[in-house]
């Protein structure tokens, strides 16, 4: 596995991903950037329902429990650019967004920050098995999404000030253990907590949608040019604002979650597959259905 650590001359690894359109940042000579311990695992690929699957316990209640690991790591970088499989972006403070292409596979992000007012924070254009955690992507207000595309897994993530949607997930997906609030910033971004394409075989499990402001359309929307094709297991999340906070669909699974108090037409709208103890946040009492 290829690790880029910034100042690579100093610690000895090999730099393959490459900034784009942004100078190369001087991180400062003699600054040693430690790699936190443990390999991220790789993107999960499922054969049973993951309602059958143990609690993790991992639903933040604030940005406070998820984010950067370890501040104190991150060296300043520009923009990146991966196209090299077996890649680790860690301990990393982008001013900018980082892109995944030319079929990179089995790239690891984590422990950092970006902070950007493009288009995205990370986009998985061509790629697969791609694991992004313990980070936080600030869209000043202004990027379409904070997470976008196939194949990849997000956990722990801090996703603030976004435009436009925290994810969209284009198929192959994982999205657990994230905290996102403040997104649909912009005047007519109709914003979602995750918008669906594709194939489907998408995992949302244990994530808190704190939606309160903004212009948005949902916690949970299945649906792009067309809906999403394959099965939607969304389980043991908290939601909280959007039109409707959940939009239906026939290929989705939606168990164990709970609902704030906050929306604007109602809790959920359409007819799901599956439909099994959804509950209001402030009594235990079921969601209507």
Known sequence: MTRLCFLAFLLGCATTATPEDVPETDAGAGLDVPALDGAAPDATTRDAPMAD???????????????????????????IVIDTSDTVIENVDVAGDIEIVGGATNVTIRNFR???DGYWGIFVRDGSGVVIEDGEIDGMGSIDDAVRGPDYTARRLYIHDIEGDSFKADGRNLIECNFVTDIGQ??????????MMGDGDIVIRENNFDLTSGSLT????PFGTDPVQGRVDVIGNRFNGGGWVVYCHDTLYVHDNVWGPDY??????GACAEWLNNTWEA???????
Do not use: K, M, N, W
């Open 53 to 79: 699957a143990p609690a993790l316990g991992c639903r933040p209640s604030g940005p406070s429990s998820v984010g950067v690991r370890d501040p104190s790591l991150l060296v300043p970088s520009g923009r």
């Open 114 to 116: 970006i902070t950007t």
């Open 186 to 195: 912009g005047a007519e971004a109709h914003g979602d907590g995750v918008q």
């Open 218 to 221: 949902g916690c949970i929307f």
């Open 264 to 269: 604007g037409y109602g809790a959920v709208t």
């Open 283 to 289: 009594d235990g009492t079921p969601v209507p259905y």
